[in-house]
């Protein structure tokens, strides 16, 4: 997949989409030095000063997009990021949806958009951030999940262009999959990188419901599993958090 590389954008989404409309063949994949108005979900924020690994792949796509792309992503974020800290890939987790946390706070965020192209064609945007090699003091602060980056966390800066190019063979895999539920291995490498496995979490679903439970697990289609009392809830699309008894941050498998 070829990779356009900018210096500063508002959102690499969003310029992937301009290219796109553009004429540029696809899948392609675009990164930033810079956004000055990334965006995270629900038109959230998202803070992309320069050293972190700001990229979107952008590849055609008919339908719906399921739930199992974002975590595919975030799978690939994994991949992209766990060769390069060594043994505290042990404490790198997925989040579900859409997160990679590192000892319990936030690294990288998958941003996944269904996008009408203005031929008429549609579009599956994919963005990826991650806290690279971003100073502590330039990371933002006050956010509901605490962030870090690599830098912060390992204390040296990492080789940010090689964490790029594993992203960008992982996210080509994601758009040429035409196979919408998660297959046995991707699932059984999700559960086995989750966040919060089996502890107390605060599931705010998009229609504003909130689901308190244990996280039991994953669905192939993408959905997590939170048992309530008796019954398990199957929560399609929302924020999950750590609940009560679970506020320590997770340091290891
Ligand atoms: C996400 O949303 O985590 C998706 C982030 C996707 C960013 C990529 S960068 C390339 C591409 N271009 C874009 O414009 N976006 C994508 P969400 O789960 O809604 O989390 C957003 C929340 O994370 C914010 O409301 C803040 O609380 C927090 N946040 C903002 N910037 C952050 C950062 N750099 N690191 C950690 N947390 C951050």
């Given at each position: 997949?070829?990779?356009?590389?900018?210096?500063?954008?508002?959102?690499?989404?969003?310029?992937?989409?301009?290219?796109?409309?553009?004429?540029?063949?696809?899948?392609?994949?675009?990164?930033?030095?810079?956004?000055?108005?990334?965006?995270?979900?629900?038109?959230?924020?998202?803070?992309?000063?320069?050293?972190?690994?700001?990229?979107?792949?952008?590849?055609?796509?008919?339908?719906?997009?399921?739930?199992?792309?974002?975590?595919?992503?975030?799978?690939?974020?994994?991949?992209?990021?766990?060769?390069?800290?060594?043994?505290?890939?042990?404490?790198?987790?997925?989040?579900?949806?859409?997160?990679?946390?590192?000892?319990?706070?936030?690294?990288?965020?998958?941003?996944?958009?269904?996008?009408?192209?203005?031929?008429?064609?549609?579009?599956?945007?994919?963005?990826?951030?991650?806290?690279?090699?971003i100073e502590a003091s330039a990371l933002?602060?006050?956010?509901?999940?605490?962030?870090?980056?690599?830098?912060a966390?390992?204390?040296?800066?990492?080789?940010?262009?090689?964490?790029?190019?594993?992203?960008?063979?992982?996210?080509?895999?994601?758009?040429?999959?035409?196979?919408?539920?998660?297959?046995?291995?991707?699932?059984?490498?999700?559960?086995?990188?989750?966040?919060?496995?089996?502890?107390?979490?605060?599931?705010?679903?998009?229609?504003?419901?909130?689901?308190?439970?244990?996280?039991?697990?994953?669905?192939?289609?993408?959905?997590?599993?939170?048992?309530?009392?008796?019954?398990?809830?199957?929560?399609?699309?929302?924020?999950?958090?750590?609940?009560?008894?679970?506020?320590?941050?997770?340091?290891?498998?």
């Open positions: 997949m070829r990779v356009v590389v900018l210096d500063e954008v508002g959102s690499t989404n969003d310029e992937a989409v301009r290219l796109a409309e553009q004429g540029a063949a696809l899948p392609l994949a675009v990164r930033a030095r810079v956004q000055v108005s990334g965006r995270g979900r629900g038109g959230r924020g998202w803070a992309s000063p320069a050293g972190g690994v700001w990229l979107s792949a952008i590849g055609a796509w008919e339908g719906v997009v399921p739930g199992s792309v974002a975590l595919r992503a975030a799978l690939a974020a994994w991949d992209a990021v766990a060769p390069e800290v060594g043994r505290a890939a042990e404490r790198l987790r997925v989040k579900w949806p859409n997160d990679l946390l590192l000892d319990g706070r936030k690294i990288a965020g998958v941003l996944c958009e269904r996008r009408g192209l203005e031929d008429g064609r549609a579009a599956l945007v994919v963005g990826v951030g991650i806290n690279a090699n933002p602060t006050g956010v509901r999940l605490p962030a870090t980056s690599l830098l966390a390992l204390g040296r800066a990492v080789d940010a262009d090689g964490i790029e190019a594993r992203l960008v063979q992982g996210l080509a895999r994601v758009l040429a999959s035409a196979e919408h539920r998660l297959g046995e291995q991707e699932l059984a490498r999700l559960v086995d990188r989750l966040a919060y496995l089996e502890r107390g979490v605060v599931v705010h679903q998009l229609d504003g419901s909130v689901v308190r439970g244990t996280l039991e697990g994953l669905a192939p289609d993408g959905r997590a599993a939170v048992r309530a009392g008796e019954r398990i809830v199957w929560v399609m699309a929302g924020d999950v958090d750590a609940g009560e008894g679970s506020l320590r941050p997770e340091t290891g498998f």
